[in-house]
């Protein structure tokens, strides 16, 4: 899975099945956004996971992330050998959520100021 951004607008954009073309978006191209690619602190912005026999607890950052109206997690993302889930949030609200664990899984963090970030779990 790649994730691509417009440097004017901003939108993002989850690529699930590249093929021929270039994606564009105001009349530019996109760019690749690649996780963990910003100076931001990482204590805050990696996707900290707790296995636990078959879940997997996720949290943002071994200190939690901020969640205010300029600062905060836009979406999590687990990324399964077969399948997708997405949850999105808006600032306030927190987060804690429970997946399904497979080895090998990754889950993406996307930050409103410091972009995409990303755990592999064995």
């Known amino acids: 899975?790649?994730?691509?951004?417009?440097?004017?607008?901003?939108?993002v954009v989850e690529m699930l099945d590249q093929k021929?073309?270039?994606?564009?978006c105001c009349g530019?191209?996109?760019?690749?956004?690649?996780?963990?690619s910003t100076d931001a602190s990482?204590?805050?912005?990696?996707?900290?996971?707790?296995?636990?026999d078959e879940t997997v607890l996720v949290?943002?950052?071994?200190?939690?992330?901020?969640?205010?109206?300029?600062?905060?997690?836009m979406?999590?993302?687990?990324?399964?050998?077969?399948s997708i889930i997405k949850y999105e949030y808006h600032p306030g609200e927190e987060i804690?959520?429970?997946?399904?664990?497979e080895p090998g899984m990754k889950v993406y963090a996307y930050c409103n100021l410091h972009g995409l970030w990303m755990k592999e779990i064995d």
Request: glycine fraction near 4%; hydrophobic fraction near 30%.
């Open 20 to 24: 021929d073309g270039i994606l564009s």
């Open 75 to 82: 979406y999590v993302i687990a990324e399964y050998s077969d």
């Open 42 to 52: 990482n204590e805050k912005h990696v996707p900290f996971c707790q296995v636990e």
């Open 96 to 101: 804690d959520i429970i997946f399904d664990y």
């Open 59 to 73: 949290t943002v950052g071994s200190q939690k992330h901020p969640m205010d109206e300029n600062h905060y997690i």
């Open 1 to 11: 899975m790649k994730f691509y951004r417009c440097n004017k607008c901003g939108n």
């Open 28 to 36: 530019e191209e996109m760019k690749e956004l690649i996780p963990n």
